[in-house]
């Protein structure tokens, strides 16, 4: 905890004048860091104030994948289920390497399991999200609840699309022979996937289902919640991923593994 936050202090030093003169002449005035604690593996959150609209900024100066964001983004925005589900791009650096995308600022918070026994209706509306995000052949890969964002109005939305996978668009992959890309991929999800290097979007939401009900056993409205479980269940495995472990990676998977255990 306290090596991470001295590492992010460490990065700010160096990255923030950069990464500030980058923001700014792109046209983002009022600049405030957001989330600091939230900072990690070179990504960086900013609020500011863009072209008179409120903004949140997710920079990425070193994995390169922040154009997931804008690319989900694009392509999910013309279904109709998802077009108040997404938060809107407002702009974006895609070039060099401090790279960025702005969103709306949206006051609000992630979603909890008080604000799910709250209403009832977010267990319907992520089961919609992620039955349409699956038509789109799109694979989140990092659902949690950390990844859902209730907004003022108590409008659920789905964010964090970096690290997002499709095996029809040409979203930006990790690298698997970079050993920090590898421990990123296989953390993904964090215990929500059904193994490392394997994503199921379906299996991570049967599982935030499922601690709901463990740690929520007294909920009044249980029985239902049992029910968008069964049903989550049953799409387990339609739209999964594998990366399939070259004798390249082997090598990796031994490292990382010796590097967990060192920790
Ligand atoms: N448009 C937004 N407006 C306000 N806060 C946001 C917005 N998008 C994300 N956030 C907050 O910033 C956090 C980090 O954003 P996210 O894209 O999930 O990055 P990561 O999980 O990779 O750190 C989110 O958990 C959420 O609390
Ligand atoms: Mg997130």
Redesign the pocket.
């Known amino acids: 905890m306290y090596k991470s936050f001295l590492k992010r202090c460490i990065f700010l030093s160096l990255m923030y004048i950069p990464v500030y003169i980058k923001l700014y002449l792109y046209g983002i005035r009022c600049l405030k860091i957001?989330?600091f604690n939230?900072?990690?593996h070179g990504?960086c959150?900013f609020?500011g104030v863009y072209s008179e609209k409120k903004?949140?900024v997710?920079v990425d100066t070193r994995i390169h994948c922040v154009c997931n964001?804008k690319k989900a983004f694009e392509i999910l925005s013309t279904s109709q289920v998802m077009a108040d589900k997404l938060?809107s791009v407002e702009g974006e650096c895609l070039k060099g390497k401090i790279q960025f995308v702005l969103?709306?600022?949206?006051?609000?918070?992630?979603l909890t399991h008080e604000l799910l026994k709250k209403n009832r209706l977010y267990f319907v509306q992520m089961i919609a999200m992620v039955n349409e995000i699956s038509k789109y052949n799109i694979i989140h890969r990092?659902l949690k609840l950390?990844?859902f964002?209730v907004d003022m109005n108590g409008e659920l939305k789905i964010?964090?699309f970096?690290f997002a996978y499709s095996k029809l668009y040409s979203f930006q992959e990790l690298c698997l022979d970079k050993l920090t890309h590898c421990s990123l991929l296989e953390s993904l999800g964090n215990g929500l996937n059904p193994k490392a290097f394997l994503w199921d979007d379906f299996y991570s939401l049967h599982k935030i289902f499922d601690d709901f009900i463990k740690k929520n056993s007294r909920f009044q409205s249980i029985n239902k919640i049992y029910e968008y479980r069964d049903e989550v269940e049953m799409n387990i495995t339609i739209n999964k991923v594998e990366l399939v472990p070259t004798s390249k990676l082997y090598l990796f998977k031994r490292k990382l593994k010796n590097m967990l255990r060192e920790e």
């Open positions: 957001f989330k939230n900072w990690h990504f959150y609020i903004v949140f997710k964001d938060i969103y709306e600022f949206l006051q609000g918070s992630e990092d950390d990844n964002y964010i964090d970096t």
